[in-house]
């Protein structure tokens, strides 16, 4: 008995041995698999995203030929001459403006809609849907409408004017109307966006909270104010995030409208980084500029989850 004892138990100590190089070799191809699935995801992001990168952080440290061949290795010298440089700083700060006249208005906008719409009423789906709109049209789309609009002679603007008898207003040739004439369109470009993301985040809230609060006798505005919105902060806290990154990288209504001008009042950051490298043939100040905004938003992202996070009530 003592003997088939001895023999049976290395068997049974070699057991789990086994059990546990079969459960790794079943993660090892599970793990390769799933790398498997990424590959094609990750060879994008590698060619699109952080080839890019790194290309902007060698050119930002040289100067370059027109060819965009490099020339020199400057150092930080380009990132020194840009906190001395005028027109960076003039970016800067319409970028900002542009910022704080889109991001707030665009999400109140948005906000006033989606409250509007969210009711059983008939037809109400009609206006959802044309109050989505705005977002199946494309930038130069878009800004081609708009150009339409501010035309100082034959746009609708200026017709409606004088018809009330005000006097034409130059939208975008006049340097104190130009990034306000600029920010209104963006706001209605980015309405669809806003007022779909809204309007879901008030589809998800639950029918039972407004039937509690119309028992409790609370009315329409306070119920918004004081229930719906802290229910609500979550989206408005990811539209925030999304907006102020889409004001600092708005590009294409710019360049089509107005170029930058009159007199570097539309200037923002991203087309002066454009003409520094495709105009003025300037790379590695136009790569340094990019890797400065890069800073500059996630820096602001930073904040936004740091600070504004704090106050958004998760259900």
Known sequence: MEGELTILAPAIAVKPDRKTQSLLRLKRRENAIGYLFLAPSLLVFGIF??????QSLYLSVHLTDPRGRIAAFVGLENFANLLTSAVFWNSLKVTGLFTLLTVPTGIVLGLLLAALTHTRLRYMRVFQFIFSLPLALSVSTTAIIWMMLYHPTLGMF??????????????LTDPSMALFSIAIMTVWMHSGFNY???????????????DSARIDGSGPMRTFVQIIFPLLTP??????IVSIIQAFQAFGQIHILTKGGPAGSTDVFVYSIYKEAF?????????????????????LTVIQFTVLERKVHYQ
């Open 49 to 54: 995203l952080f080839y890019p990168l790194l």
């Open 158 to 171: 200026n017709y409606l004017l004088s018809v009330i008898g005000l006097p034409a207003v130059q939208w």
């Open 196 to 210: 779909i993301v809204l309007l879901s985040g008030l589809q998800g809230i639950s029918e039972e909270i407004y």
């Open 235 to 240: 989206t408005v806290f990811f539209l925030v």
């Open 279 to 299: 105009v003025n043939y300037q790379f590695g100040t136009g790569s340094a500029m990019a890797l400065v905004l890069f800073v500059i938003i996630l820096i």
